[in-house]
């Protein structure tokens, strides 16, 4: 069973809020979406079914947008109405995203999600703006990121 991304979201906003921190709607779109990548590349299936669309400044889900825009730059709330995460194994993959991704801003996450060749880019100049971006094109992108990621550490333990 899948999740709703606004369940996701809901997760960063309470985990940063742990943490006592806040995060703008801009970083909560770009942890999602990344949460969402490394999903498909390691279990093969999408954490959340929601619709990414490419927008001009980047992937958006736009069911998380709508439900978090009106609370302004800084998000401290979960939106009402969504269960918790229930499911471990996807607990597990948020709380490393948040280790990992938990500390870059707004725009450092931003150029991660528009590299060139990238899911974004690439539905941006096939498809233009609010056009659908695919799973299947998501998933190849961290599939490639994870080699190229394995390359560079076993050219630092051999070099």
Do not use: C
Not at 10 to 39: C, P, Q
Not at 73 to 80: G, M
């Amino acid at each position: 069973m899948t999740n709703d991304a606004r369940q996701v979201a809901n997760w960063f906003v309470e985990r940063f809020r742990k943490d006592g921190r806040s995060l703008s709607v801009m970083e909560l779109l770009k942890l999602t979406y990344i949460a969402h990548g490394w999903h498909l590349e390691i279990f093969g299936t999408p954490l959340f079914e929601n619709r990414i669309e490419a927008w001009r400044h980047g992937p958006v889900i736009p069911d998380v947008y709508n439900a978090f825009r009106s609370q302004g730059q800084d998000v401290r709330e979960p939106v009402p109405g969504f269960a918790r995460l229930g499911n471990e194994s996807d607990i597990d993959l948020l709380e490393q995203v948040y280790g990992i991704y938990g500390e870059y801003n707004a725009y450092q996450l931003s150029d991660l999600t528009h590299v060139p060749g990238g899911p974004w880019h690439v539905t941006m100049e096939i498809g233009g703006p609010f056009t659908r971006i695919p799973d299947s094109v998501i998933k190849q992108h961290y599939v490639e990121r994870r080699a190229r990621l394995k390359r560079a550490r076993s050219a630092n333990v051999d070099g």
